[in-house]
């Protein structure tokens, strides 16, 4: 890995830190930088715990909420949502408004669940 691809997956691991100091119990994610996703910021393997962030978007407002959503389908297996505020695929986030803080409540409830299945 070049030291440009790992400042760019720092800026993601640095979110996951941060949600982890929020009191997020996650497990290892493997974050991966990509080019050209196709027609899509970022994606993930449901239940692997893979994320891979096209390097266009690591500098996207929203990238807490974009790394969000992908844990929700990496980590916690769902798949798009219709009309959810976090798993919603088609949603236009800026458009809306929706922020990494306005779409917490919907985050700790899908965690909530996904950590109440390991116990």
């Not at 990496?74 to 009309?83: P, Q, S």
């Amino acid at each position: 890995m070049n030291e440009q691809t790992y400042k760019l997956r720092r800026k993601v691991i640095n979110i996951l830190y941060e949600l982890k100091s929020e009191g997020y119990r996650l497990p290892r994610i493997q974050v991966r930088i990509v080019k050209n996703a196709q027609d899509a910021m970022a994606y993930a393997y449901n239940g692997q715990n893979i994320i891979h962030v096209d390097e266009y978007w690591i500098n996207y407002s929203n990238l807490k909420l974009l790394v969000m959503h992908e844990i929700g389908h990496a980590v916690f297996g769902l798949e798009k949502i219709d009309g959810c505020d976090l798993m919603d695929c088609n949603r236009n986030w800026d458009k809306i408004g929706d922020t990494a803080e306005t779409v917490a409540p919907t985050f700790k409830k899908y965690y909530t669940e996904y950590a109440s299945k390991l116990n």
